[in-house]
């Protein structure tokens, strides 16, 4: 009879290994991208206060300057949770818009999240080559005879 229960224990123990295994395998798995700027550093920025230096010792080097117009500075950050085989899930996105004026120093600061984010469908046309078709034929037969001595 104690062999049985040990055997007994070992299953036991066993399916309680495949039971916390499987539990494990199905915990999403968290994301996060970009400099995502902590709520209090950015409340310590006011306009006209702070020059580009010091916003950058604040808040790190932005995730892209803009090339055009005015200097403007974007904090981009997303976190996904992706669960086992499915396709990843936005839990967060913002991006911090810090503009600064001719003098260098902080002239706007905006903050989007999901609320503002839109959907961008990709366009499906297709841009025509110009050129000629090849076929199957001309393809594996078209050099035969091209490269004589």
């Keep these: 009879m104690p062999r049985f229960s040990s ?7 066993a399916g309680l290994g495949l039971l916390v ?18 709520a209090e550093l950015l409340e310590e920025l006011s ?14 080097s932005p995730s892209s300057i ?7 500075w974007y904090y981009i950050s997303k976190r996904t949770e992706t ?5 990843p899930d936005v839990k ?4 911090i818009i810090i503009k600064f004026g001719k003098d260098g120093r902080v002239s ?9 984010a839109r959907a961008v469908s990709p366009v499906e046309r297709e841009t025509p080559s110009s050129g000629n ?16 001595k």
Aim: charge should be negative; charged fraction near 25%.
């Design 66 to 72: 803009a090339n055009f117009g005015e200097e403007t």
């Design 92 to 95: 967060e996105r913002q991006v």
């Design 47 to 60: 306009p006209g206060d702070q020059s580009k230096d010091e916003v950058a010792e604040l808040l790190g």
């Design 133 to 148: 078709e090849i076929g199957v034929f001309q393809q594996l037969f078209g050099n035969l005879g091209r490269f004589n």
């Design 21 to 38: 295994i499987a539990l494990t395998a199905c915990a999403p798995r968290v994301d996060p991208r970009g400099n995502l700027v902590d």
């Design 7 to 13: 055997s007994k224990f070992v299953f036991q123990v």
């Design 83 to 87: 669960v086992a085989f499915f396709e």
């Design 108 to 116: 706007k600061i905006e903050k989007l999240g999901m609320q503002e």
